[in-house]
């Protein structure tokens, strides 16, 4: 257990759908990310989120849209995504968004769009 | 813009033989360099954090050492539970929020 849950951790879906991916954490850190890993690339940063608020999108297309009610929960809802979405998504969390300690990782969704 | 290259991509080892994995980068200003471990299946494990040049960390049989140019990860005498995919990030004074990851290198040790 790492201290970051992330649910489902794996989700096919189709072109048209709209589904959400879960994470959350119990760590008492106040930053939450996503991030996307693809195979062969490394780790992309998608939006960061500090006390609820977010701090950065990464040019993310508008299919992706983040959502934190509080600084345990974050969600990724998905629509109308594309083939090339598919990847591992991995949610992280940080006691603040400069911790030396680095960022504590969920296990991550494997996103399948078909 | 900030860069990072790990290499090798892939490294097998015997049990027992030492070696290390790089990491070069190229940042405006370090914050921060970072190492994780990955497993199959798994998000990234922290293992360690070097802000300043001739800085070491080590942890069991790991230890990493910090450079201004580079890092390495050296693994001595590896046993199979060492394998996996080790990734670098650096935190730039430009980009504070977001830690910059390199593609990694897959370590596999053979029993």
């Known amino acids: 257990e790492t201290g970051v849950t992330q649910t489902p951790r794996h989700l096919v879906m189709g072109m048209t759908n709209k589904k959400s991916l879960k994470c959350e954490q119990h760590?008492?850190?106040?930053?939450m990310y996503w991030y996307k890993q693809s195979a062969k690339k490394p780790l992309e940063l998608m939006f960061v989120?500090?006390?609820?608020?977010?701090?950065e999108n990464n040019s993310v297309p508008s299919r992706f849209s983040p959502e934190c009610p509080n600084s345990s929960h974050l969600f990724l809802h998905l629509h109308t995504l594309q083939p090339e979405d598919s990847a591992l998504y991995l949610c992280a969390s940080s006691r603040a968004l400069d911790a030396t300690g680095g960022y504590t990782f969920g296990s991550g969704t494997r996103l399948t769009v078909v | 813009e900030d860069q990072v290259t790990q290499s090798p991509e892939a490294l097998r080892l015997q049990e027992g033989e030492s070696s290390s994995l790089n990491c070069s980068y190229t940042v405006s200003g370090l914050r921060g360099l970072f190492w994780y471990r990955q497993d199959p299946g798994k998000g990234p494990e922290f293992l360690f954090t070097?802000?300043?040049a001739g800085e070491e960390k080590e942890k069991e049989r790991l230890k990493a050492t910090l450079t201004k140019k580079e890092s390495f990860l050296h693994i001595t005498a590896p046993k199979p539970e060492d394998s996996a995919t080790y990734l670098c990030a650096v935190r730039s004074q430009t980009g504070a929020n977001n830690l910059f990851f390199g593609t990694g290198t897959r370590l596999t040790v053979i029993p």
């Open positions: 760590l008492g850190h106040n930053a």
């Open positions: 070097l802000y300043s």
């Open positions: 989120y500090n006390f609820k608020e977010q701090t």
